[in-house]
């Protein structure tokens, strides 16, 4: 079974906020993710749509960036599992490894010459809805089971993420996600 999800970004001054619903037919709201600007250790929470309670949460275990693993929890603080930054392999494209109770994936920039490209035109000029940006999600035998891509040409972050293997928690996709736009500061 696979399924897509929506994760769009509003713009606000305080903190990262993202609509996330399922692209099924119905567009159904899933959650309002949030992340307060200038913390020292990044924490997302994601509540529910009625806003009665929290889907999940993301919380560093570290304030350094560098090669930071991140905790994903459920709604009751219970393990879903956790995502670190791999820090020699993002100096070329940004890759990520996770790790669930379910198997590990690794998410990646899909192209080496877009990575570079985003990474040097960033430097000259800030105008990242300009620029191109996937990533491939693969299993552990190296497999693409699904993408993020960011849609080109919005004002806002608007992302698509496509999983193909329904032993990935669908709340671990949206952290992902997450990661792809705030833990890299786009």
């Known amino acids: 079974m696979s399924y897509t999800l929506d994760l769009t970004q509003k713009l606000t001054m305080m903190k990262n906020v993202w609509q996330l619903s399922r692209i099924d037919g119905q567009n159904t709201p ?12 990044e924490q997302v929470k994601c509540t529910l749509p009625d806003g009665s309670g929290l889907w999940f949460a993301i919380k560093a275990r570290s304030a350094l960036e560098l ?15 956790t995502m670190t930054k791999d820090f020699a392999a993002s100096l070329g494209r940004s890759t990520y490894h996770v790790e669930t109770p379910t198997g590990k994936w690794t998410v990646t920039e899909t192209s080496q010459v877009q990575a570079i490209i985003r990474r040097v035109v960033g430097l000259v000029v800030d105008i990242p809805w300009l620029l191109r940006v996937q990533f491939s999600i693969l299993n552990s035998a ?12 919005k004002i806002k972050d608007t992302y698509e993420i496509r999983v193909d293997d329904d032993s990935l928690d669908m709340r671990v996709a949206a952290a992902m996600g997450v990661a792809v736009d705030a833990f ?3």
């Open 67 to 81: 090669a930071t693993t991140y905790d994903i929890t459920d709604g009751m603080g219970a393990p879903l599992g």
């Open 142 to 153: 190296g497999q693409q089971i699904g993408h993020i891509n960011r849609a080109n040409m």
């Open 184 to 186: 890299m500061n786009r």
């Open 30 to 41: 899933l959650g309002t993710i949030e992340q307060a600007r200038m913390k020292l250790k």
